[in-house]
């Protein structure tokens, strides 16, 4: 119930076209949606995030999608580009209860110039 | 502000060896954790905590113990070392505003082998 399962693990695209990460969770009481991204020797950084009173949520070229009935997120990035090229995490919370996040077991994108 | 920042980046320890590894922020935030990284599993909780003098078990919290003595610090400690704990140990912290905690930050990490 706690498990938030993430795929692809790994992701080639072209410059230019869209890279999409698909989440899926199983605890219904979750109610953040994080999205960090990571470039090697580096720590996390929070990319985007979606509380699940809302479908869509969009900040430049990443996009959150969210199904609240099919317990599922997912991440597109449009006009993908080299310097996108990073391992992307997706996670869940109750953001009024534990604050602790489970997150998904990474994505490794790499986008051909 | 240096936002979270970890000591040491890097460290070798032989089995059975201990060590400490320190978390510090810089942006008054009241939570903190620690996660541990590993290929294929992404980042697993190991301890963490919601304020100065507390602290709680996470995922993973087995041959690990943690204190919060100042709220801008927070250690992990290895009393044991084991070749199983050889991992990328992550920081990080998150700000509330009462019942609710916000974005969590996270350290540049710790590169630990144990051999």
């Known amino acids: 119930q706690q498990q938030v399962k993430q795929s692809p693990q790994s992701l080639i695209v072209q410059k230019g076209g869209i890279s999409i990460i698909n989440c899926a969770y199983e605890?219904?009481?979750?109610?953040?949606f994080p999205w960090y991204q990571q470039f090697p020797g580096k720590g996390p950084a929070l990319l985007i995030a979606?509380?699940?009173?809302?479908s869509e949520k969009k900040e430049g070229r990443f996009t959150i999608s969210f199904n609240k009935s099919a317990k599922q997120f997912s991440l597109h990035i449009m006009d993908s580009q080299p310097g996108d090229s990073a391992t992307y995490f997706c996670?869940?919370?109750?953001?009024?209860?534990?604050?602790?996040?489970?997150f998904g077991t990474g994505t490794r994108l790499k986008v051909l110039a | 502000n240096a936002g979270v920042t970890q000591t040491p980046k890097f460290r070798v320890l032989k089995t059975g060896q201990s060590m400490t590894l320190l978390c510090a922020q810089d942006m008054n935030h009241e939570y903190m954790y620690w996660y541990r990284q590993d290929p294929g599993m992404g980042l697993r909780l190991i301890h963490y905590?919601?304020?100065?003098?507390?602290?709680a078990k996470g995922e993973v919290p087995d041959g690990y113990n943690v204190s919060r003595l100042k709220k801008q610090n927070f250690l992990l400690g290895l009393e044991s070392a084991a070749p199983s704990q050889t991992s990328v140990y992550f920081c990080a912290s998150s700000y509330t505003t009462g019942t609710v905690a916000y974005e969590q930050y996270f350290g540049p990490g710790t590169r630990l082998t144990v051999t």
């Open positions: 979606i509380r699940p009173d809302v």
């Open positions: 905590s919601v304020g100065e003098g507390t602290t």
């Open positions: 996670a869940a919370s109750i953001a009024s209860g534990t604050y602790k996040y489970i």
């Open positions: 605890n219904t009481a979750f109610d953040y």
